[in-house]
């Protein structure tokens, strides 16, 4: 089992910045695959970034590339969003999320790929 605990959200208007924090707890964290997913209201949950468990294969999802940044300490079982530059359309509840993968390898970008998941944390942008 893992425990995750989002943190770092809040209100800022277009064009600031916050940085997301995920701290994990129960099995190995540096074995699994982290994921950051977002979900605005009716809409499905959808990638916004991954991270394999040694940082060394990254995904973003097109529409935050260049804003975004996903990172993980490994030492702190935390894993982070720097999310820049942001947009009113960036407004969501985002997730993180774990998936168990000690052979490493490119992480999954699909949510059904990942077996654990936090509370959520409210991001809002304003214009």
């Known amino acids: 089992q893992v425990q995750l605990v989002e943190s770092g959200g809040g209100s800022v208007q277009a064009g600031g910045s916050l940085r997301l924090s995920c701290a994990a707890s129960g099995r190995s964290f540096s074995r699994f695959a982290m994921g950051w997913f977002r979900q605005a209201p009716g809409v499905e949950r959808d990638v916004v970034a991954t991270?394999?468990?040694?940082?060394?294969?990254?995904y973003y999802v097109d529409s935050v590339k260049g804003r975004f940044t996903i990172s993980r300490d490994n030492a702190k079982n935390e894993v982070y969003l720097q999310m820049n530059a942001l947009k009113p359309e960036d407004t969501a509840v985002y997730y993180c999320?774990?998936?168990?993968?000690?052979?490493?390898?490119?992480?999954?970008?699909?949510?059904?790929?990942?077996?654990?998941w936090g509370q959520g944390t409210q991001v809002t942008v304003s214009s």
């Open positions: 991270i394999s468990w040694s940082g060394g294969d990254l």
């Open positions: 999320a774990a998936d168990w993968r000690p052979a490493g390898g490119v992480p999954p970008y699909t949510a059904t790929e990942y077996d654990y």
